[in-house]
């Protein structure tokens, strides 16, 4: 079959932009640690790029659109995620799709992971998916991707072509991918700057701004070194005849392309790093006015006389380091660190920060305080009103003697009619037998049986809850698909740890009048059992040990009550995949949140936070625990 396009644009008039009427979807992505540009959701690109028109050199904080992405914020300049708990920084890219494609449409492909939730495709997968969905091909195979996947869409399946393993895939309506007009550049994975055209006014660039004279002479100095004081080759197209004064970035080039294209000046610069070798340019070297960032574009002449390369995705994240070097003139500097601007390198005056092998500026993100001054042991006291400052978990076995029929017949009742209406376990009609007749045989109960849930009063086949309850924890427990209501207890598959707690003498932000309660949960890696979604296989524990917040006031206590009793039930932490991180296999937390941040809220897990200690109550009791639990 053929591959239809991956949404890169085709260069056009060999400077890579289509005409000014032509219309793109946007879609913002970012490069995880195995190399894949994966997607970020359509509400997300929207808000990005909302910000993007009001500030094209501002940060974006991905929690105000994304409850799951609040320790995340993109900066615009370096075109960089920042994660700002851990400090992790991943290059991000502004792709373009045609608006006929999947993100255009508002379809969205995914495929079902081990625990049981739904991972979206690669959007260039994605969009090749749709393509052949739409043209009504039967089957998709993915090698030309690099994928050894075979879609079948008549059951709906992905399977690995090696291992025959089958995955269910699922086709959904999302929202839309925000839609621009006009010039587009093939893809935007470098610093963008103000479409104003205005130089930036941080300090450095101001400093850049007023020496640009100071810069085009020492070009000019250099060249007359070079060639004897000659322009250039006055026979080639557009001779430079000139030094070529500085350029002002706006957000499409840090050259021009239409610079110098003489064949006979040799003023070469390099940009690279790590153990990739620097491309020389052959053309004299515009004296830019930079925006805040050190990582520049890729771009050359048709000509073949003009050529700018760095070497890798993004230096930013580069193991080695980065090097911008003109003749014997170069500098180091470790990636991602800031640079101060410089004065008076050699003495004589402001000098051109590029010039000197140093990148321009930076924007530096801010930091979180995460942890609370260094403390004692002896400072650490036991919380009032709780027994010991330690919990440990091993591993429990499941709870066995209480067979599915038993368990559902516990908590329902039996009706004779059915009303009109769905079963949302198997999506067929109440009155018709349940969808899983034929799969599963259980003995009293028949495929057509329905039944009510006591306390909510919602119906389901009798079949399709005891196909529920085998595919969960099995321990005894039902919860409602519709409302989540809880009957029995619920616990969860939390791998072994432990759990310490004790109080503090520091005060978090809005609750200066009293200490505050830390809880440090430790759970090392380990092998997954029956209970988890790949038994057997190893799993990781990122983070660990992980330190969370509480204000040691009466309702802190009574929610670290409650945490202890989650605790207890193995509901804190689960195994799956990480939903910032994409990992699969590893620890994850299990819809409670915590507070992480000590001394600010700048990732959304720390404070002040009025709301906090009401909300993770909530979520508590949604676990099955709640106040009503603890004993007076």
Request: proline letters at 8%; aromatic letters at 6%.
């Amino acid at each position: 079959m053929a591959r239809p396009g991956s949404g890169l644009l085709v260069p056009m008039n060999g400077v890579g932009y289509p005409p000014q009427n032509l219309a793109r979807v946007v879609v913002w992505e970012w490069l995880n640690e195995h190399g894949r540009w994966r997607p970020y959701s359509a509400a997300v690109c929207h808000h990005i790029e909302n910000v993007l028109k009001g500030d094209a050199r501002g940060s974006v904080v991905l929690g105000q659109v994304d409850a799951q992405l609040s320790p995340y914020i993109i900066d615009l300049q370096s075109m960089h995620q920042f994660r700002q708990d851990t400090g992790t920084m991943r290059p991000v890219q502004r792709n373009f799709y045609e608006p006929s494609s999947a993100p255009g449409k508002g379809v969205v492909w995914e495929w079902e992971n081990d625990n049981g939730s739904w991972t979206p495709y690669d959007m260039e997968i994605c969009v090749t998916i749709q393509n052949a969905y739409e043209k009504q091909h039967p089957w998709l195979d993915l090698t030309s991707l690099g994928f050894c996947y075979l879609i079948d869409f008549n059951s709906m399946s992905q399977t690995n072509r090696q291992s025959q393993r089958k995955r269910r895939l699922r086709r959904r309506m999302d929202l839309a991918y925000p839609l621009i007009m006009g010039s587009i550049p093939k893809s935007q994975s470098w610093p963008v700057g103000a479409s104003s055209g205005q130089p930036c006014s941080c300090q450095q660039c101001i400093l850049v701004n007023s020496t640009r004279a100071a810069s085009n002479a020492i070009l000019a100095s250099q060249r007359r070194k070079l060639y004897g004081g000659t322009a250039g080759n006055s026979g080639a197209a557009g001779g430079l005849g000139g030094v070529r004064q500085s350029n002002t970035f706006a957000g499409t080039s840090l050259w021009s392309p239409t610079s110098g294209s003489s064949g006979a000046n040799h003023n070469n610069i390099s940009v690279g790093g790590g153990q990739s070798k620097a491309e020389q340019v052959q053309s004299p070297l515009p004296s830019a006015n930079f925006p805040c960032s050190p990582v520049m574009p890729s771009l050359s002449s048709s000509h073949g006389h003009h050529a700018l390369t760095i070497n890798g995705q993004n230096n930013l994240n580069r193991p080695g380091t980065q090097r911008i070097s003109m003749g014997n003139t170069r500098g180091a500097i470790p990636p991602g660190v800031p640079a101060l601007p410089v004065k008076n390198l050699t003495g004589s005056g402001p000098v051109h920060p590029a010039l000197a092998g140093l990148p321009v500026c930076l924007t530096r993100a801010p930091k979180p305080i995460l942890h609370p001054p260094p403390i004692n042991k002896s400072d650490m006291k036991p919380v009032p009103g709780i027994n010991g400052m330690r919990r440990k978990t091993k591993k429990k076995h499941l709870k066995r003697g209480k067979n599915p029929e038993d368990v559902v017949r516990r908590y329902t009742e039996k009706i004779k009619v059915a009303p009109d209406e769905d079963c949302t376990i198997c999506m067929e009609r109440l009155a018709m037998s349940s969808g899983y007749e034929g799969i599963l045989q259980h003995k009293g109960i028949k495929p057509e049986s329905v039944g009510k849930l006591g306390k909510c009063g919602h119906m389901y086949h009798l079949l399709c809850l005891v196909a529920m309850y085998n595919n969960g924890n099995k321990d005894g427990s039902l919860q409602c698909p519709t409302c989540k209501t809880i009957y029995g207890e619920k616990t969860g598959t939390q791998p072994p740890g432990k759990m310490e707690y004790h109080v503090i003498p520091h005060s978090l932000p809005g609750y200066s009048e009293c200490k505050t309660i830390r809880i440090v949960y430790d759970i090392p890696a380990g092998i997954q059992t029956n209970e988890h979604p790949n038994p057997g296989k190893k799993f990781s524990a990122r983070g660990f040990p992980r330190h969370c917040y509480l204000p040691d006031n009466e309702k802190g206590r009574r929610v670290l009550k409650l945490l202890i009793m989650a605790w207890d039930r193995r509901l804190i932490f689960t195994i799956g995949t990480s939903s910032t991180t994409g990992e699969s296999d590893t620890v994850v937390w299990n819809e409670i949140h915590h507070k992480t941040e000590f001394g600010s809220n700048l990732t959304g897990h720390g404070y002040p936070d009025p709301n906090y200690l009401d909300n993770v109550l909530t979520e508590l009791s949604a676990q099955g625990v709640g106040e009503d639990n603890l004993k007076d």
